[in-house]
């Protein structure tokens, strides 16, 4: 089951109808993907994972494994991604939006080293 679900991306679109659900998936799991790669992560941060709050022995955040939903930024980041994708940006708008969801995941980012 994908952390972000399709409902809630659509809801931030404001796309009410269901032509596009296949490629809105493709543009979820790739911006996922793209996420975890760049937080060099298995998953998705959750609520209440923050640099702050539940960390691991190398005082890197950890994921909750309780907590029901992606931690808020790291949602919007990815969401961005998709609708940036959706809307067929070209290259240089889609390095804007990637670099403003990479400075919203940049809190989760794990084994950056010393």
């Not at 009410?16 to 296949?22: L, P, Q, R």
């Not at 969801?101 to 950056?112: T, V």
């Amino acid at each position: 089951m994908p952390a972000i679900s399709l409902d809630s991306v659509k809801g931030y679109l404001r796309v009410t109808h269901d032509y596009d659900d296949v490629l809105l998936r493709q543009l979820i799991a790739a911006a996922s993907e793209e996420a975890r790669n760049y937080m060099d992560r298995r998953e998705l941060p959750r609520k209440g994972a923050t640099n702050v709050d539940e960390c691991d022995s190398n005082d890197m955040p950890v994921a909750v494994s309780d907590a029901d939903d992606l931690a808020p930024d790291v949602w919007l980041g990815c969401v961005l991604i998709v609708q940036g994708g959706y809307e067929g940006k070209d290259e240089n708008a889609m390095a804007a939006i990637r670099k403003n969801a990479e400075i919203l995941w940049q809190p989760y980012r794990d084994n950056l080293g010393v």
